[in-house]
């Protein structure tokens, strides 16, 4: 069972306020290590693996804040309702970079986070079918 990913941020506060205001996750955890940085843990509400938000402790980790995954979509938040969650994601400011369309797949559209990394939020259709390409 996978239980974190680890996503590069340029600060704690920011990424949290983000996550959980924006994307409507909780904040999982929160707690000091004994290096001067954190242990930060959000995601989505209903349960799944959170995402470790880490400060870059090397200038080439700095480099990737925003672009880990190349420009690709590289996380995937799925909905029981697209409309809703796309509606109160904009209304929070949440940048889509695409109009909603829909797949053999789903719903889904593609918004970036506060760097700059791709999303894709997606409501799986009604066929079963509940994996992206």
Do not use: C
């Not at 506060?13 to 929160?30: K, P, Q, S, T």
């Not at 804040?65 to 690709?72: A, E, I, M, S, W």
């Not at 949440?94 to 918004?111: C, D, I, K, Q, S």
């Amino acid at each position: 069972m996978i239980t974190h990913t680890a996503l590069l941020v340029r600060d704690y506060d920011e990424a949290i306020d983000f996550y959980v205001r924006a994307l409507g996750f909780e904040l999982r955890e929160d707690s000091p290590r004994a290096d001067g940085g954190r242990w930060v843990v959000v995601g989505p509400r209903d349960g799944g693996a959170g995402l470790l938000l880490a400060r870059p402790g090397k200038p080439e980790q700095l480099a990737r804040v925003g672009d880990q995954t190349g420009g690709r979509v590289g996380w995937f938040l799925q909905t029981a309702d697209f409309a809703g969650d796309h509606r109160r994601m904009l209304a929070a400011g949440v940048r889509f970079l695409e109009e909603p369309r829909t797949e053999p797949y789903g719903t889904v559209a593609v918004f970036a986070d506060l760097y700059g990394n791709r999303w894709d939020l997606i409501q799986p259709s009604t066929s079963g079918a509940a994996t992206t390409p």
